[in-house]
């Protein structure tokens, strides 16, 4: 079955909208595969076990874990994405279909903390490979004074120097058994480069969508400047997807030692 769903109300009402892709197992089991590290919530050394279990996941993760009945996350496919920016020097509404986000199986963990008494999660990773989005686009708006105007297919390359994120969990009981839920997920980045390639520009006047493209990747710090933070948002919806499907199959008592 394939699903789609919006993952936050936050992300509906304004910079940006998002429907994330995901196929649900009817039946799926609530136990870890082998190979995943379960962390006692009383070692002193839980956020370094934390740390390990998550690197020892991304590889599950990114291949797909058919037993919780979720499916491979590289690539990252987001059915629908639009960013609506009308503030600043960056004023355009666009809007994005069969997004596929590619590389996340080289994602690192560099930190892990978690608060056990309020339920917050903090981790911060690096990826050493480019983070790409390739898909579908279409645009309309002006850019750094600028018209910009154009549909068809994109490519956006972000090397990051890191990822920080934070999630607040929620603790539900389920006909007796504990589970974990997202109740709010943050995730911010600390680019170092963003390249950018839009197809058919200006209604494929080649010498201007040349030019333009130019003119985008010359002023990308000024252009991420304004859009990072619905990008951020982008992941955070993509990744919170992610750890519901796991969170939602997962019950605290397989993911923690007693």
Same mark, same amino acid.
């Given at each position: 079955?394939?699903?789609?769903? +919006? /993952?936050?109300?936050?992300?509906?009402?304004?910079?940006?909208?998002?429907?994330?892709?995901?196929?649900?197992?009817?039946?799926?089991?609530?136990?870890?595969?082998?190979?995943?590290?379960?962390?006692?919530?009383? @070692?002193? *050394?839980?956020?370094?076990?934390?740390?390990?279990?998550?690197?020892?996941?991304?590889?599950?993760?990114?291949? $797909?874990?058919?037993?919780?009945?979720?499916? +491979?996350? @590289?690539?990252?496919?987001?059915?629908?994405?639009?960013?609506?920016? $009308?503030?600043? =020097?960056?004023?355009?509404?666009?809007? /994005?279909?069969?997004? @596929?986000?590619?590389?996340?199986?080289?994602?690192?963990?560099?930190?892990?903390?978690?608060?056990? +008494?309020?339920?917050?999660?903090?981790?911060?990773? %690096?990826?050493?490979?480019?983070?790409?989005?390739?898909?579908?686009?279409?645009?309309? $708006?002006?850019?750094?004074?600028?018209?910009?105007? $154009?549909?068809?297919?994109?490519?956006?390359?972000?090397?990051?120097?890191?990822?920080?994120?934070?999630?607040?969990?929620? =603790?539900?009981?389920? +006909?007796?058994?504990?589970?974990?839920?997202?109740?709010?997920?943050?995730?911010?980045?600390?680019?170092?480069?963003?390249?950018?390639?839009?197809? *058919?520009?200006?209604?494929?006047?080649?010498?201007?969508?040349?030019?333009? *493209?130019? %003119?985008?990747?010359?002023?990308?710090?000024?252009? &991420?400047?304004?859009?990072?933070?619905?990008?951020?948002?982008? &992941?955070?919806?993509?990744?919170?997807?992610?750890?519901?499907?796991?969170? @939602?199959?997962?019950? #605290?008592? #397989?993911?923690?030692?007693?």
């Amino acid at each position: 079955m394939v699903m789609t769903s +919006k /993952f936050t109300d936050a992300v509906q009402c304004g910079i940006v909208c998002v429907v994330v892709a995901a196929i649900v197992n009817a039946a799926p089991s609530s136990k870890l595969p082998s190979g995943f590290i379960r962390c006692s919530k009383t @070692d002193p *050394n839980l956020g370094e076990c934390l740390r390990d279990g998550l690197q020892k996941a991304i590889p599950h993760l990114a291949e $797909g874990i058919p037993s919780l009945g979720i499916v +491979k996350i @590289d690539p990252l496919r987001i059915l629908s994405l639009k960013i609506n920016q $009308g503030k600043g =020097p960056v004023n355009i509404n666009m809007s /994005f279909t069969n997004i @596929d986000i590619i590389n996340l199986k080289y994602v690192q963990a560099k930190k892990v903390v978690y608060d056990v +008494k309020n339920y917050h999660l903090h981790f911060e990773t %690096f990826v050493p490979k480019s983070i790409i989005m390739e898909g579908d686009y279409e645009i309309n $708006g002006q850019v750094l004074v600028l018209p910009v105007v $154009g549909k068809g297919k994109c490519k956006f390359t972000l090397d990051v120097s890191k990822y920080s994120g934070d999630v607040q969990l929620k =603790p539900v009981v389920k +006909k007796g058994t504990t589970y974990y839920e997202i109740a709010n997920v943050k995730w911010t980045f600390v680019p170092t480069l963003l390249h950018i390639r839009m197809d *058919n520009l200006f209604n494929g006047n080649k010498e201007l969508s040349d030019n333009m *493209n130019l %003119f985008l990747n010359e002023n990308w710090r000024e252009l &991420l400047q304004e859009l990072q933070p619905a990008f951020e948002e982008v &992941l955070g919806v993509a990744f919170g997807e992610i750890g519901k499907q796991f969170l @939602d199959r997962v019950p #605290e008592n #397989e993911i923690f030692l007693s």
